[in-house]
Nanobody
């Protein structure tokens, strides 16, 4: 069973920054892509950013220019650097790992942007 664990959430003021981390308990060679999704109360889960095994990235329009996804293959870890945070970025952030065409999810980490 693949374990996916997120960390790094918290309370931050508007305009601030946070870095989320996600560790997967599987060889990086088995991972096709990793990504971050978020879900705010009463809303559907939405894609935030993804990064493929080859390093290609994609972002939701709402976070382009503010968020950066990256990965450390040696640590089986993906990061989400979030800058210029806005109250509308508040949500539970979930990490998704595509292992040989099968999806695995973490339990999420809460990000709250508020003054």
């Amino acid at each position: 069973q693949v374990q996916v664990v997120e960390s790094g959430g918290g309370l931050v003021q508007p305009g601030g920054s946070l870095r989320l981390s996600c560790v997967a308990s599987v060889s990086i060679n088995s991972i096709r892509a990793m990504g971050w999704y978020r879900q705010a109360p009463g809303k559907v889960r939405e894609l935030v950013a993804t990064i493929t095994n080859g390093g290609s990235t994609s972002y939701a329009d709402s976070v382009k220019g503010r968020f950066t996804i990256s990965r450390d293959n040696a640590k089986n870890t993906v990061y989400l650097q979030m800058n210029s945070l806005k109250p509308e970025d508040s949500a539970n952030y979930y990490c998704n790992v595509d292992v040989l065409f099968r999806d695995y999810w973490g339990k999420g980490t809460l990000v709250t942007v508020s003054s």
